[in-house]
T-cell receptor
Framework: GENVEQHPSTLSVQEGDSAVIKCTYS??????FPWYKQELGKRPQLIID?????GEKKDQRIAVTLNKTAKHFSLHITETQPEDSAVYFC??????????????FGTGTRLTIIP | DTEVTQTPKHLVMGMTNKKSLKCEQH?????MYWYKQKAKKPPELMFV???????INESVPSRFSPECPNSSLLNLHLHALQPEDSALYLC??????????????FGPGTRLTVT
């Protein structure tokens, strides 16, 4: 099955600086890579995603890059703000024979923004 | 309505009890999912229903029994649970798009404590 590794497990950055989280996946059949943000006691919420036919995607302060050959993808947050503090999960998704998506999550990164 | 709802928010049950968790969505999604999330860990897939049929069971013990009465509802019946089953149980739903890349929308979860 799919295996997703995520690094680092914890990350502290000064407010205004950039944060980078990296993930690798094992199964070349994975074709969709969402990133979820989960605040304490809350549900995971999608913040950005990228499809396997795209190398980079940006949404305001958040960007994701994908290298299919190397099987790794990264999340970049610029101009970090205190409200960016949360746990971030990467995930790799593949379509099953039943037509639904099977998500495999990375182990998570606890991001702390220091004011 | 772009929300997945779950009831109850919190549940405390003894090891001999029978209880049920409920999940509902009115987004017309045809795939619904149960995940288990332990503290400081990523969500782990338990079951997937696609068009009201069970398509994936990730080798979950039989003390967890899923049910999908219709396309909007998903239940998880619990019986004879163990203390190690205490966790946050998340429900999610997604469309089943022909091209794939289906975003999963998560509910707020049920915090389950088994005593």
């Amino acid at each position: 099955g799919e295996n997703v590794e995520q690094h680092p497990s914890t990350l502290s950055v000064q407010e205004g600086d950039s944060a980078v989280i990296k993930c690798t996946y094992s199964d070349s059949a994975s074709n969709y890579f969402p990133w979820y943000k989960q605040e304490l006691g809350k549900r995971p919420q999608l913040i950005i995603d990228i499809r396997s036919n795209v190398g980079e995607k940006k949404d305001q302060r958040i960007a994701v890059t994908l290298n299919k050959t190397a099987k790794h993808f990264s999340l970049h947050i610029t101009e970090t703000q205190p409200e960016d503090s949360a746990v971030y999960f990467c995930a790799a998704s593949m379509r099953t024979n039943f037509g639904n998506e099977k998500l495999t999550f990375g182990t998570g990164t606890r991001l702390t923004i220091i004011p | 309505d772009t929300e997945v709802t779950q009831t109850p928010k919190h549940l405390v049950m003894g090891m001999t009890n029978k209880k049920s968790l409920k999940c509902e969505q009115h987004m017309g999604h045809r795939a619904m999912y149960w995940y288990k999330q332990k503290a400081k860990k990523p969500p782990e897939l338990m079951f997937v229903y696609s068009y009201e049929k069970l398509s994936i069971n990730e080798s979950v013990p039989s003390r967890f029994s899923p049910e999908c009465p219709n396309s909007s509802l998903l239940n998880l019946h619990l019986h004879a649970l163990q203390p190690e089953d205490s966790a946050l149980y998340l429900c999610a739903s997604s469309q089943v798009l022909a091209g794939g890349y289906d975003e999963q929308y998560f509910g707020p979860g049920t915090r389950l404590t088994v005593t």
